[in-house]
């Protein structure tokens, strides 16, 4: 019954973009088939940013323990225990913390520049428009992966601070 319900299809299609699955199983995929050693370096680096990422965000989840609107379905693409719980949005961060890293380890043309950033903000408000979280769940979500890339930039992983992990490739 909401003004949102004919895009709803549309909005799950988004959601399904920003979930963590795809992009854990698409970083490990492509980690296997780079044939080039920064390639692996940066995919690599992805994949450490992005169990970062689910990690923290369920030590958030846990600890604040804020439900989900009321008005949330609960039709969620591959949920776990902590996704009953609704502060910080995962997708928010993920978007947010994908977003900073693909514009700065990623030549790309302008156009495709605002493209990225343009997903992270659907995604984002895609979250409170499904009814999935509340806004300041969403604000701090994007707050979170933004900080969160800091970090992953800080403690950067290359054949020279881990050569164990890149041994395995």
Same mark, same amino acid.
């Given at each position: 019954?909401? @003004?949102? =319900?004919?895009?709803? @299809?549309?909005?799950?299609? *988004?959601?399904?973009?920003?979930?963590?699955? @795809? !992009?854990?199983?698409?970083?490990?995929?492509?980690?296997?088939?780079?044939?080039?050693?920064?390639?692996?370096?940066?995919?690599?680096?992805?994949?450490?940013?992005?169990?970062?990422? /689910?990690?923290?965000?369920?030590?958030?989840?846990?600890?604040?323990?804020?439900?989900?609107? *009321?008005?949330?379905?609960?039709?969620?693409? %591959?949920?776990?225990?902590?996704?009953?719980?609704?502060? @910080?949005?995962?997708?928010?961060?993920? =978007?947010?913390? %994908?977003?900073?890293? #693909? /514009?700065?380890? &990623? +030549?790309?043309?302008?156009? &495709?520049? *605002?493209?990225? *950033?343009? !997903?992270?903000?659907? #995604?984002?408000?895609?979250?409170?428009?499904?009814?999935?979280?509340? +806004?300041?769940?969403?604000?701090?979500?994007? /707050?979170?992966?933004?900080?969160?890339?800091?970090?992953?930039?800080?403690?950067?992983?290359?054949?020279?601070? =881990?050569? =164990? &992990?890149?041994?395995?490739?």
């Amino acid at each position: 019954g909401s @003004p949102c =319900a004919a895009a709803r @299809p549309l909005l799950k299609l *988004v959601e399904v973009s920003g979930h963590g699955l @795809p !992009w854990l199983l698409g970083t490990a995929y492509g980690l296997c088939r780079s044939g080039s050693a920064a390639a692996r370096e940066v995919l690599l680096n992805l994949l450490f940013a992005l169990l970062l990422d /689910l990690v923290l965000v369920a030590v958030v989840k846990g600890l604040v323990r804020r439900p989900r609107p *009321v008005h949330n379905k609960m039709d969620m693409f %591959v949920t776990l225990s902590v996704d009953k719980y609704s502060f @910080p949005s995962g997708h928010a961060t993920r =978007a947010a913390l %994908v977003c900073r890293f #693909v /514009l700065h380890h &990623l +030549v790309l043309a302008v156009p &495709l520049r *605002v493209l990225v *950033v343009l !997903w992270a903000i659907i #995604v984002s408000m895609s979250r409170v428009m499904l009814g999935r979280h509340n +806004v300041t769940d969403v604000l701090f979500g994007l /707050l979170l992966g933004y900080a969160l890339y800091s970090v992953v930039e800080y403690c950067w992983l290359s054949p020279l601070s =881990a050569p =164990a &992990l890149f041994a395995l490739w």
